[in-house]
């Protein structure tokens, strides 16, 4: 038999490989679905590439590449044997197999236990070999599935100065059973409940019980009760009193016998009355606690008070919290509620899937498809089912590590595991959007919309109106606005009596701001710093007015919370604003330029440039590019031409190989002169031909001490800070030129010079995808040649989604998104989604607005 196999494997040999260091092995996901090893199919990894796929997909995959041998990983659910007492017997078949996969512990571990399987498939008959083989296997083959079997995961970072005994993630948080017993933890007079203790004491956080700690040999801590009580229950995870903080507190995994990190904290204590976001840790340790607790922010916006019904089926989808990333999940949630998404992503499924590049992990369409079909197909969001063997309690929902893995890649802020701000993620993310649709329907136009500021010189009385593009309407919440001001005062000053005796701080108040009143501050004069006035040829006084020059499709408004610290520390402000379901901006459309209104000369200010700058430009310009070739050598090694290799290290920057190698895979198939680059750039030279870089000119040559400069190539950010406004990249590009790279200069240029458009591209609007000839009812499609892609109409909107924040600032806390669908809130919160009962529409953060169709 061990001949027969081996026989069988020998023309496949050379397409087997053993993962190096640097590999990455994709065991736990598919790269096109969210199926893994515990769904019905299993998951298939090619052993070539290591890539998964599910059952669905991995017949694409041998079709595209010709690879035949996969390795098919399928791990089931049973329920454990019963011994002569009644009591389950500890047992697990092939407990290794599936290292650094994630458990799905959504049942009883006590009674059921996980089974997993593994064997190599050979496509395109399906010859399955059972693995572990090791006798009938060639050693190869063998050494290259072990390999696979006991790979790290790829999403886990592998930092230099990263410490083993680095607290982990608890295995207990993502699945903690609480008990519905009704326990409240009291906001003082703690004592353990077993022995009258009254320091070192823990929340069991199963059902609340709270008991003392450890004994510690200088006679401090406690009489073990907590630890005594987990061998009695088996329930895992414990809080310490007097640790709770907004930002964390200390928990301990009886279990993993160490001290753990708990994502789903903040939820976890609510159950037991406690607002982790209120608490504020003392300086013996304990927590000033003596204040009788509001209805939380985290109650009423997650609606904790009212029991909920589950909702299951298409679009009714939740999203896993991988810890802290809900800012990711709640803004995928709305956009994907937008037939606009729905229609660019998951309407085109087959085709991106199809036209996807030999790394789907690394292609931004394919995953933003992938993520879309996940949460509208209704595939992973199924009512309960109750079997002979388990009976499901909650919904599961879709893990997003390879998703948030490819957004996040490069981002110092979006790639941490910290809570980040939803509505800078929202523009992040629409930044990606706009480029990569390139050539194709760009969902994100909805959004745009174009602002007209009114600038007045203060001195001369002139006026210049410029028009810029975004994305989001920033409001304004005006505290001296509030209509319970008499409360507010009486606040602020017990809470300076409390802080001077050092009591306990008062009851907060939050401030309720009309919403007339943030649109009324929205539309006020604002001065402008550093004003430079073309009239006066010299710097003035100077205020600026905004106004809608265009309507968009979508109204994104976000709610101006967070202010600063004098710790520099982003705060929150406790308002309540009546946000409302309809609204009407028609009022805020802009007007331009008045009869009697006279207009600023067009003069630009000087241009300056120290003599530092020039010392710094004559000393980083040398006369050859600097090429990483060890990077290089490692591209070579793959059997990738050497000019290629050099070209791809080149122009991703001496990042390293394996960006280097996704632009090789990005641009390997490019026919000669065909580059997604700079035009005129050599990015656009045939994919193996020498790396030519372009010449030097001097900055100015009437100088003495002339500066050598890349011919004025701008910088890369600002030309995509320019196309994520919906400018074409010619357009960047030039306005960056003329400007000398400024920024803002350059993007009132591209508004001053419409004739700069190149004859190659002519002026057109945008079309249906469809082809109908009015896409948008009662709304006009614009694509100016002075302007970007925008969407103008009527200015009446309704509410139809918004993103709300829970905690002290942007830097922690919580994110939850409330959707009206088929006429119904609905609220999603991580994994569950629930009819909403009382959506808290004064308390978001981000709202999101469609329009009326007239």
């Not at 059921?112 to 050979?122: G, K, N, Q, T």
């Not at 007097?242 to 993993?256: L, R």
């Not at 985290?298 to 089926?313: A, H, M």
């Amino acid at each position: 038999m061990a001949a027969d196999l081996g026989e069988l494997l020998v023309p496949f040999m050379p397409t087997i490989r053993v993962p190096r260091i640097g590999d990455r092995v994709f065991k736990s996901e598919c790269a096109f679905s969210y199926d893994s090893p515990e769904s019905e199919g299993g998951l298939y990894v090619c052993m070539n590439t290591f890539l998964g796929f599910g059952r669905e997909h991995v017949e694409r995959h041998y079709r595209k590449t010709g690879q035949c041998v996969y390795m098919h990983l399928k791990r089931t659910m049973k329920e454990k044997a019963t011994g002569a007492s009644g009591g389950a017997i500890p047992r697990r078949k092939n407990g290794k197999v599936f290292l650094d996969l994630d458990l799905n512990c959504d049942f009883n571990g006590d009674d059921y236990e996980y089974e997993d399987e593994a064997r190599l498939v050979i496509f395109p008959d399906h010859y399955e070999i059972p693995l572990p083989n090791i006798e009938e296997l060639p050693a190869l083959v063998t050494i290259a599935c072990d390999a696979v079997l006991n790979a790290k995961s790829p999403y886990r970072r592998q930092e230099p100065d990263s410490w083993d005994d680095e607290v982990q993630v608890s295995k207990h948080a993502s699945s903690l059973r609480q008990l519905d017993n009704g326990v409240r933890i009291p906001p003082s007079g703690w004592k353990c409940s077993k022995c009258e203790l009254r320091e070192n004491l823990w929340v069991n956080l199963t059902d609340g019980s709270v008991l003392c700690g450890k004994w510690f040999f200088d006679g401090n801590g406690g009489n073990g009760h907590a630890l005594e009580h987990y061998r009695e229950t088996n329930y895992p995870l414990a809080v310490k009193l007097g640790t709770i903080t907004p930002d964390g507190a200390d928990v301990y995994s009886f279990d993993e016998e160490e001290a753990v990190l708990d994502p789903h904290l903040a939820e976890h204590l609510s159950h037991f009355g406690i607002d982790m976001l209120q608490m504020q840790k003392t300086e013996n340790g304990f927590t000033d606690n003596d204040v009788s607790p509001r209805i939380s922010e985290w109650e009423v916006i997650q609606e904790s008070g009212s029991k909920l019904k589950p909702v299951y089926g298409s679009g009714y989808t939740g999203i896993k919290n991988l810890g802290n990333s809900c800012y990711l999940g709640t803004t995928m949630q709305v956009l994907f509620s937008i037939p606009e998404f729905q229609r660019a992503y998951v309407g085109n499924l087959q085709r991106i899937f199809d036209y996807s590049p030999l790394d789907p992990t690394q292609d931004f369409s394919t995953q933003m498809a992938k993520l879309g079909h996940g949460l509208l197909s209704g595939q992973y969001s199924k009512p309960p089912v109750k079997s002979e063997l388990i009976e499901q309690h909650q919904q599961k929902g879709i893990s997003l590590k390879m998703f948030k893995a490819l957004t996040s890649k490069g981002h110092p802020e979006f790639s941490s595991s910290r809570q980040q701000d939803a509505q800078e993620f929202f523009l992040h993310l629409i930044n990606q959007v706009e480029r990569n649709s390139e050539g194709s329907e760009n969902p994100s136009d909805v959004f745009r919309f174009l602002v007209e500021e009114r600038t007045q010189c203060c001195q001369s009385r002139m006026v210049r109106y410029t028009q810029r593009a975004d994305n989001l309407m920033q409001l304004p919440a005006p505290m001296e606005a509030a209509t319970n001001k008499e409360e507010l005062i009486a606040y602020e000053v017990k809470r300076q009596e409390a802080e001077v005796s050092r009591r306990a701080p008062p009851l907060a108040v939050r401030a309720r701001i009309p919403f007339s009143a943030c649109l009324q501050a929205y539309t006020e004069p604002e001065n402008v710093d550093d004003f430079w006035s073309s009239a006066l040829q010299a710097k003035s006084a100077g205020v600026k007015t905004s106004r809608f020059k265009s309507f968009p499709e979508y109204l994104v408004i976000q709610i101006k919370k967070f202010t600063f610290g004098l710790d520099w520390v982003p705060k929150k402000l406790d308002i309540s604003i009546d946000m409302p379901d309809l609204l009407d901006i028609t009022h805020l459309r802009a007007t331009g330029l008045q009869p009697k209104e006279e207009e600023l000369p067009d003069i630009a200010p000087p241009i300056v440039i120290p003599d530092e700058s020039k010392d710094h430009l004559m000393n980083n310009f040398t006369d050859s590019p600097e090429i990483d070739e060890s990077a290089v050598m490692q591209l070579a090694e793959m059997g990738f031409p050497l000019e290629a290799c050099r070209k791809a290290v080149y122009y991703t920057g001496n990042l390293g190989a394996e960006v280097a190698f996704n632009w090789v895979i990005a641009h390997m198939e490019e026919p000669e002169g065909n580059g997604n680059s700079n035009p005129g750039s050599n990015q656009q030279q045939d994919f193996a031909e020498p790396l030519v870089v372009a010449g030097f000119s001097e900055i100015d040559s009437s100088s003495s001490a002339a500066v050598p400069v890349a011919d004025n190539q701008p910088p890369e950010e600002s030309v995509a800070i320019l196309t994520s406004m919906g400018f074409p990249r010619y357009q960047a590009l030039q306005g960056l030129k003329a400007t000398n790279n400024n920024l803002e200069r350059a993007l009132d240029w591209i508004f001053t010079h419409p004739d700069s458009k190149e004859e190659s591209e002519a002026a057109s609007d945008i079309a249906d995808p469809e082809g109908n000839a009015n896409p948008i009812s009662n709304a006009t499609a614009v694509n100016e040649p002075s302007g970007p892609r925008v969407r103008d109409g009527p200015g009446r909107y309704e509410l139809f989604a918004f993103i709300s924040h829970m905690g002290t600032s942007t830097m922690c806390g919580r994110y939850v998104c409330h959707i009206k669908k088929e006429g119904r809130w609905v609220i999603y919160n991580d994994h569950k989604v629930c009819l909403s009962e009382r959506p808290p529409k004064d308390l978001g953060y981000i709202y999101f607005y469609h329009r009326i169709p007239s």
